[in-house]
């Protein structure tokens, strides 16, 4: 993987911005993440963030801590990775931090039960939104693009409705992946894989 675009100030620029913003965990930080990668500084294209994305997805512990290291090797080389786990670190975990020690004075103050309510609806928004927008960036054209569609309302069918497990939904995902798109090209036709 060869490092580009960017020097280590602005890796820790955006990686700030990333840190400081993700109030929420997951579903934000990975939103935070691919706007501010794919669309503000453009140093990936969407289906690099995707791809990257799985792949952290299969490393041990904290599988966002891998994609920023990740992301931080690809823009920036093995300073990148350094730089961007910094600065996506330090924020989250003194605000943890500072939270956690203020929280104990004031959780039973009915203003702070109210906020904290509303995080929850605001979480599942945001994570449909990203799922949305995924899906928007890997469904491809002709029939390809029907299976993708197909896969995508079956998982969602099987997850709402039948409560499938994700593992079965992968599994699922990997042999219609293997027997309906063998020869498929690793990049979208439409990403020059930059």
């Known amino acids: 993987m060869t490092p580009r675009r960017a020097s280590l100030i602005e890796v820790a620029r955006a990686w700030l911005i990333i840190g400081t913003q993700s109030v929420g965990g997951g579903p934000a930080s990975l939103f935070l993440m691919r706007r501010e990668l794919v669309e503000r500084r453009k140093w990936l294209s969407h289906r690099e963030f995707l791809e990257d994305w799985a792949l952290s997805k299969l490393s041990l512990g904290i599988n966002q801590i891998a994609l920023a290291g990740l992301e931080g090797m690809r823009v920036a080389g093995g300073r990148g990775v350094a730089v961007a786990l910094a600065a996506f670190l330090t924020p989250s975990g003194l605000v943890t931090a500072l939270m956690t ?42 029939w390809r693009g029907l299976l993708d569609r197909a896969y995508w309302i079956s998982v969602i069918a099987a997850s709402l409705l039948a409560g499938a497990a994700p593992t079965v939904v992968i599994v699922v995902g990997v042999v219609v992946g293997l027997v309906a798109l063998r020869g498929e090209p690793g990049r979208a036709s439409a990403d020059p894989g930059t």
Do not use: C, K, N
Not at 116 to 140: E, H
């Open 101 to 142: 020690a203020g929280y104990a004075s004031v959780r039973d103050e009915p203003l702070v039960r109210a906020a904290l309510a509303g995080a929850g609806p605001v979480i599942a928004g945001m994570t449909i939104g990203l799922a949305y927008a995924f899906a928007q960036g890997a469904l491809r054209r002709g």
